[in-house]
């Protein structure tokens, strides 16, 4: 929409990252942007396309780690935010917009009979065990081997694990990502492997009277992108009524897939779940919400808070404004239609995966996919774990697809779409890929020579 | 600027509140905007005027908890803003305006060596202690207590401690805030008495070899707003030398004080300090910073990365836009000048309190100050520490200020201002706590003639 600065391509990329490593710690303060040997740097963005700074355009199938449910710029959305920026930002006070906004959330998806903003993925996750703590006076959590739920220590267990440390599968090491964590938060988190009923209830009934919350991202991203099995779900929402512990989904990054979220899919409801990414509208948010009687531990009217909460910037009407239309344009057609197109990209990429000859599958739900270079899709973190070879050929693959065919995809190998897509950039996309495909080939078939076939 | 939107005016704020007890747990998603019988909501705000949905216009003296150093809707901040908005809020790509705002920043304070941003005060706190923990190989941290630092259970410690649970000052106790919070963190984090030199090397040395950090506020908001004495951050920082500890300031409210910082009023520097409220310029925003060698456990170029770390909203333009170009116009000249009308106030309002007969210290530094309603000055938290009877009192007051007079204040009976406040509205801020001291000093004479007189 806005004409390209031209000032603004006075200097490189490359010159840029050279400044930033400078003032700041790697050049970069999101590690997801890094890359060798320099990140790219934004200059403009519209609709699904985005310009860098050297000028080159690209389509956006990462869309800022799958927060841009629009894409970028949206124009109600832009001129809804200009309208509240002239008002003021934050205030002292609360706002009518939260509560707008809260009132959508709550209407739209059953489980959320009340809300709590904050300002991250990570403080939507971190208050979200705060909150089962305090409901069940327990102190520990259980959660899935490989899953990500943010960067709140407790939430990062294991989070990492590879087969040099994670143990036997029947009790999963517990390890801390960050080098110095406390053995005490190791000594809280049980961690279990995903979609694993059998392993996963035993484990649970080692610390049965301690646990309290199970939480599981329902199409957990890092550990494959794959769908939590119906009967998994079952299980874990058993096991949690008939032990006094809650079932908590991190749905930061899957509230897409569905009208009313991931757990749309599930007979069984969460007693508590965590949001972010999308409906911030493009601003930093994220959010609690659940069952009101366990929500009732943040409560400032009672007469003993269990769990006191606040946020200088929670709630701001810039971030609800915004989330609030986001949300409200991507209403029951919206979400019918962007998972009908995700489906076509599903359906071309797998048939240029054939074409060009390579193993190949994809996981996910609604409008986000993963790839993996391998026959069968996998379903058990363990599984779909790449060792260090398989990691090198999807980087290979991934810079392939931003620098030769501006086609900009998530570090893992996953597309999250945004409406802005339509079927021609998803036609772009699946050229881009089979292309792609037959760059890596080689690598993929030295590989496999090597090895013995995976899964 | 803008006109105020008629249609806002439909609901009063108890009939919103009304709605939001139905959505939003408490109807607030920060405790501290609530109040009884309802929280009041904004309309529109300008400089330091915020007008509430009732219509009411007050002074603000809060300035969303210290965060707006401009007040609201600064002409240039907007105009930014917008220009940044129509390029994108976002994206999977790093932005030139992250490395402007980091070499400012840089240059501007010694210590910042390094920075990395990310969401919330919150999330900076916790990324501080998460790096200390990684660059030493330490569990442990070491806080005051009653010092706020955010949500991170860790830095909660002792946070509320009252004289029911707060123990022996020679070893206080460590009173986890939240129910259900794992007894690993409290077993590693040592409370010790703020300002209280002896006390506090003597139980940093109990537990000499596992101390990570030590964290303090210089300009300890929640303990009673007073700095931290020169010879305690001398002896702090001795210790830590001493022990192979890293000295932290959390300067999230504290860097106002000075063009550098507070910690400019210091010889030592701290090895790593966290920032944020004003230097999001009304947007949500954090940041780490520090000495280039520990600042190294994030950077992902290294071989082993000690502490990984991302974030979806982390660095964003529109934060990075907005922070430049507040921290931009709060020059040196803006510095001085706001501190010198804070001064005024100061001065004005001891005088209000004599002239009210109440008795009446100000502690404080830079823009920042806090009344307490005793004759001296308090130094230490047990000694600032507010029995309920006191608290009511301030409350009465608040509410009074906020209601009768249209004076925003912090909770705590603080005022932080911005440099929209001119003369005229200092003046009529210490009017206002002149008949509010008038209001209350019934209600202090008798708490005084009930109760042994405190310090």
Redesign the interface.
Known sequence: ??PADPT?YK?SSEE??K??C?????????????RRPH????????GCY?T??DGVEHI?F????A??IHG??HPAI?SA???Q????????????S??AF??L??DRVPSFE??????????AV??LI?A?????????IAKAEGSYHG???FAEVSQ?ANPDNWGDIDEPNRIP?????????M??VVIFPYNDTERTLALLDKYADQI?CVIIDPVAHRIGLFEADQSYVDALYAWTRRNGALLAFDEVVTLRVNYGGTQENYQVKPDLTSI??II?G????GGLAGR?DI???????EQR???????????????MT?GRLAMELFDREAVTTLNALTDIARYQILEAGREAGIPLSLTGAGSMFRIHFREAAPNRYREAYQPKEEVAILKEFLDFMHVQQHI?M?NTGTCMLSTAITRTEVDRLTEAMLNGFRYIKPGLDALHAKEPKTA
Not at 177 to 185: A, E, K, M, R
Not at 282 to 285: H, Y
Request: charge should be positive; hydrophobic fraction near 45%; proline fraction near 5%.
């Open positions: 929409m806005l603004k200097r840029i990252y400044q930033a400078d003032v700041i710690t790697g050049g970069v303060s999101r590690n997801t942007v890094f990140p790219f740097y934004a200059s403009h963005a519209s985005v860098d700074i956006d990462a869309n800022n780690m927060s841009l970028h710029a832009v935010v200009v309208e920026l002239m008002r003021g930002t934050a205030y002292t006070m609360a706002t009518e939260e509560v809260a009132q959330l709550h009340r809300i709590r903003f904050v300002n991250s993925g990570t403080e971190m208050a705060k089962a703590r305090a409901f069940t006076g327990r102190p520990m960067t709140y220590d990492a990502l960050v080098n110095g964590t406390p053995q005490g938060v000594d809280n309290a972010g990414k911030g493009g601003f930093p948010v009101s929500m009732k531990v943040l409560d400032p009217r808070i269990l769990f006191p909460h606040s946020g200088t910037f929670s709630a701001n009407p810039i971030t915004a900009m998530i």
